[in-house]
């Protein structure tokens, strides 16, 4: 039986020590703030809003929300995210994405108009220069940093390792890859047009599948002694609820340690989120 590795227990370690900086910080002066803007009424974008509008008041983080109508001009969003640049007391922003389709086409340029240094979901081309380049530039992407922080609380060393990562996405494949790399690891990233993508994954040490297709990832693609990072959330209509890429009941049995969907890499991103606000906050002293 494999080791799960539980969200819950990195969350409770981030939240304490969050805590006690936020509190430091509000002896300062500073009470770190969280802006959300959000296009609409999306259920996934509301669901992950409630869930970090809870996980900062956990923390002791403000909340301040931006809600703009499903039909908002380019303009509206524009002057949303000039305001939240401009507010001194807001030291994050999350602007929830994707955008409504009529805005597909402007979203790069709608996302770069964010200060990075307020920037705590990794959304900026600074950003991602960042993570790619191993240089303080804003925020990492909030999932693959989640990765790492389940990988540190577990004790699990990447030195030398042989990673292999599932999707090359912005959001989460690419920069999983480079903080990998950072950790010392040795990187390989799967796609689509990938050969055999279950021989490649099966050398794996560490395997962080990033996907996005519900049981994509089955016993073919793993070996014993394998780490599993299962990131993606899909909807099982089988179960009436979410699941990974992984066929959990084939997988699980086989490898070292995985995490589990819901209740791993997905419930630690909020903590991260948070605590790349309070970063930002402590910034500004």
């Known amino acids: 039986m494999a080791k799960q590795l539980l969200g819950k227990e ?3 370690a981030l939240n304490a020590r969050l805590q006690a900086q ?10 770190p703030t969280l802006g959300i803007i959000r296009v609409g009424e999306r259920p996934d974008d509301l669901s992950y809003e409630r869930g970090a509008t809870k996980r900062a008041e956990l923390i002791g983080v403000a909340v301040k929300k931006i809600v703009l109508p499903e039909d908002a001009a380019k303009a509206d969003v524009l002057a949303a995210i000039d305001q939240v640049n401009g507010d001194a007391n807001i030291h994050g922003v999350l602007l929830f994405r994707p955008l409504p389709k009529h805005l597909k086409a402007d979203e790069d340029a709608i996302c770069n108009r964010l200060d990075p240094r ?8 600074l950003s991602s220069a960042g993570v790619f380049m191993g240089k303080p530039l804003g925020y990492a992407p909030c ?10 609380h577990y004790g699990i060393d990447c030195t030398g390792k042989k990673a292999v990562v599932i999707g090359r996405s912005l959001v989460v494949g690419k920069p999983a890859a480079m903080m990998l790399l950072a950790r010392h690891a040795t990187v390989t990233v799967c796609h689509t047009r990938t050969k055999d993508v279950a021989a490649v994954a099966r050398e794996a040490d560490i395997l962080v599948s990033s996907a996005g297709v519900l049981g994509s990832l089955t016993k073919d ?65």
């Open 143 to 152: 999932t693959p940093a989640a990765c790492m922080e389940i990988l540190d």
């Open 10 to 12: 990195v969350t409770a």
């Open 118 to 125: 307020k920037d705590v979901d990794g959304m900026t081309d």
């Open 221 to 285: 693609f793993v070996r014993p002694g394998q780490i599993v990072l299962d990131v993606s959330i899909n909807w099982d209509e089988a179960k009436g609820g979410i699941a990974g890429d992984a066929v959990y009941d084939e997988v699980e049995p086989i490898v070292e340690a995985i995490t589990p969907v819901p209740g791993g890499v997905g419930s630690v991103t909020t903590s991260v989120l948070i605590g790349h606000v309070v970063e930002a906050a402590a910034k500004t002293l």
């Open 22 to 31: 936020v509190e430091d910080l509000k002896a300062r002066g500073v009470t």
